[in-house]
């Protein structure tokens, strides 16, 4: 174990890691400079059990009859060696239907560096031509370097020889009603599934294959109207890729923050929460409304950043130009004059703010 790893698991305290996923991934890509949440990730912290110790619990989260009701759907599109799976996939990407495919399970055992490696192993040996016939991957084990980290990730299955190219095939349980999916799940399954993608376009180059061998389409499948009769949906992730890899580029590696993280810092959720509270103190934040969706420690980060500007939102924050403070940006408002030149143009734009809104609700009155 080296040196980060052992900080990293004292940091955790006497409980099992919990590791990186797809959704904690699109999570940290979508807010890369939170360093709170990059070491509580990074460390394999339970952070819903953490916000829950120290008095702020996560709101989120599907509940047991949801993701027992996924799994569910899930085993049942998948039944039968994936038979009507295939179907769905080959007939959204408009190419015949194979006779038959080859089904490879890899979703058995506990040890995620031998399933990464057997994955990796029939991944890249699978050929991809369009003669050849299909072949279907269930749970494959990827890996994608994550602030330094190496983590695995498990896709619900990859589809390959299907139109010449491998398809990352996502099976999720919200419905498509009339066509139409809830926006929000949508865009999380689209940046959760691009961050699949590059994972197996980043095993398939080091093997010497072309990214394009993956397809930037993904096959989404979900029950149709109010049924459990399963419709597939090609999504189109190529803005998300972009998004991704570029947040990905921009993360701080994990042992470079915790230079700067101090040597007795916790997390451990069998800590006293006073104790637990100070420490997550020292530990810069990087709140914004969007954490709400995505981060079990959001209610606790709101509180803390209180009155800070970027509790309104990023983009509210980025235009008062580093003004952190809302009682600054109100005694600017107000006339009050900007401390450095840096400061006059936002104030400028304050007072002008302040006199137009006066202006409006002195004309409504």
């Known amino acids: 174990m080296t040196s980060s790893e052992q900080r990293l698991a004292a940091i955790r305290g006497g409980i099992p890691p919990r590791r990186h996923n797809a959704r904690t991934i699109a999570a940290l890509t979508g807010n ?3 360093t709170r949440r990059a070491v509580l990730d990074g460390a394999g912290v339970d952070k819903p059990l953490l ?18 009701r996924g799994n569910a759907f899930e085993a049942q599109v998948k039944a039968d060696d994936g038979a009507e799976l295939l179907r769905l996939v080959a007939e959204r990407l408009g190419v015949p239907v194979p006779a038959s495919a080859r089904w490879t399970a890899l979703g058995v055992g506990d040890d995620m560096a031998a399933r990464q490696r057997r994955s990796a192993a029939l991944l890249t040996t699978a050929p991809d031509g369009p003669d050849d016939s299909a072949a279907l991957f269930d749970h494959p084990m990827l890996a994608l370097d994550v602030a330094g980290q190496r983590v695995h990730l498990e ?6 020889r299907l139109g010449g190219r491998f ?22 399954a689209a940046i959760q599934s691009a961050v699949y993608v590059l994972a197996l376009r980043d095993l398939l180059v080091a093997a ?27 999504l189109d992730v190529r803005k998300q890729l972009l998004v991704v890899r570029r947040q990905l580029g921009r993360m701080d590696r994990l042992d470079t923050l915790l230079d700067d993280v101090p040597v007795d810092f916790t997390a451990d959720p069998g800590a006293d929460p006073s104790a637990l509270l100070a420490s997550l103190g020292t530990v810069p934040a990087r ?16 509180h803390e950043a209180g009155g800070n500007t970027g509790a309104l939102g990023r983009p509210v924050r980025e235009a008062l130009g580093g003004i952190e403070d809302v009682d600054r940006v109100l005694a600017l408002a107000g006339g009050e004059p900007a401390a450095d030149p840096e400061q ?5 734009l304050l007072r002008t703010a302040a006199r137009l809104r006066a202006d409006a609700l002195a004309g409504s009155a």
């Open 32 to 34: 890369p400079g939170c």
């Open 51 to 68: 916000a829950e110790r120290i008095g702020f619990p996560a709101r989120f989260g599907q509940s047991r009859f949801a993701i027992t």
């Open 155 to 160: 896709p619900d299955l990859v589809a390959a």
């Open 167 to 188: 398809h990352v095939v996502e099976v999720k349980s919200f419905p498509v009603i009339d066509g139409q999916a809830d926006p929000a799940k949508l865009a999380a």
């Open 208 to 234: 010497g294959r072309p990214p394009e061998s993956v397809s930037h389409e993904v096959v989404l499948v979900c029950p149709r109207d109010f049924t459990n009769q399963p419709v597939a949906h090609l």
């Open 287 to 302: 709140y914004a409304p969007d954490c709400l969706a995505t981060c079990e420690l959001a209610y606790f980060c709101r």
């Open 344 to 348: 006059e143009q936002a104030a400028a």
